[in-house]
């Protein structure tokens, strides 16, 4: 009987029809969500340009030429090149690299730290809630751009100490939603019921807490993608991002290019439609994903 259901469980008309269930979520989510697949499909773009980056950018990112400096868009450079005489092509397809590891790592960061310490102060309260919500406030407390210029400024300019920067701006208000998350959930009464059958804490937030928190911690943390992005940029944009000869997008359109924007304009508009792509990207993918992962919202437009 065993080795007849294995039999069924593993046949070839069962492993034929995940891959188009699979396909059938997509479709249904691409019809549903017209506005998320876009934003995704120009996501997945980014992240084969980043992970080709060598392969596809067709000159070296810090390769200068005086030759060719401030070169208007050609055949032998699509999109021009910078003051420098370096591709701006090549550095935009190298830059989403970094602005795509800054940003997935930022917000890694950000939301086991937030995962773990907001479903902790939902679930137990009482003095642990109130010692690390109060932290929590300081850190709101001071105004973004500030904190994050201190936290970089402390350590000598690399990418990680621009991740971990952005990492702790981008927790507190992960935290938060968090928290609410697991407030709302330890008090329902399936919880309850759990706790009077002897169910331990650990358990219970294992079991019931942290499947109920997953949807609006995805749903802001790919919200917080663009953020982080767009932070990224600003720190760059001031000089205190990502260190040179290494590109990224903010940098792009630092000094050297407000300098030379009227006379050519290229310079500044490449790099600043990408970080709009990437930022509107991440935006509308958090909203068709609440919109999927939120039983209420799916059940009021199926209705």
């Known amino acids: 009987m065993e080795t007849a259901s294995a039999d069924v469980a593993l046949s070839p008309s069962s492993r034929r029809a995940l891959p188009w269930s699979s396909l059938a979520a997509i479709a249904r989510f691409c019809r ?10 120009i996501l997945l773009l980014f992240a084969i340009l980043a992970i080709l980056a060598p392969v596809i950018a067709p000159y070296d990112y810090a390769t200068t030429d005086v030759l060719h400096q401030l070169v208007r868009p050609t055949r032998s450079h699509l999109l021009g090149t910078d003051n420098l005489g370096r591709d701006v092509l090549s550095r935009l397809i190298w830059g989403a ?18 995962t773990l310490i907001g479903t902790l102060c939902g679930y137990l309260r009482g003095a642990l809630d109130l010692l690390l919500q109060r932290a929590v406030d300081v850190l709101l407390a001071f105004p973004g751009l500030i904190l994050l210029i201190t ?27 968090v928290r609410s998350a697991a ?14 059958l002897g169910a331990t804490d650990r ?39 990502v260190p040179p000869p290494q590109p990224s997008w903010g940098s792009m359109i630092g000094p050297d290019a407000r300098r030379d ?20 990207s991440f935006n509308v993918l958090g909203d068709a994903l609440r919109d999927e992962l939120d039983p209420r919202l799916r059940g009021a437009r199926n209705g």
């Open 32 to 41: 549903r969500e017209p506005l998320g697949a876009l934003g995704l499909s």
């Open 261 to 280: 924007m009227l006379r050519d304009p290229w310079l500044s508009i490449w790099p600043g439609i990408a970080i709009f792509l990437a930022v509107y």
């Open 183 to 196: 407030l709302a959930t330890a008090d329902l009464q399936y919880v309850e019921a759990a706790r009077s």
């Open 151 to 177: 936290i970089v400024s402390m350590f000598q300019p690399g990418q990680v100490q621009v991740t971990v920067a952005i990492a702790v701006l981008l927790f507190p208000s992960a935290a938060r939603v």
């Open 97 to 114: 690299r970094v602005e795509l590891l800054v940003g997935l790592g930022a917000v890694a960061i950000a939301g086991v730290a937030a």
């Open 203 to 241: 358990r219970i937030l294992i079991r019931h807490i942290l499947p109920n928190v997953f949807a609006p911690t995805m749903v802001t943390l790919t919200t917080f993608l663009g953020l982080a992005i767009l932070l990224e940029a600003t720190l760059s944009f001031l000089g205190y991002g």
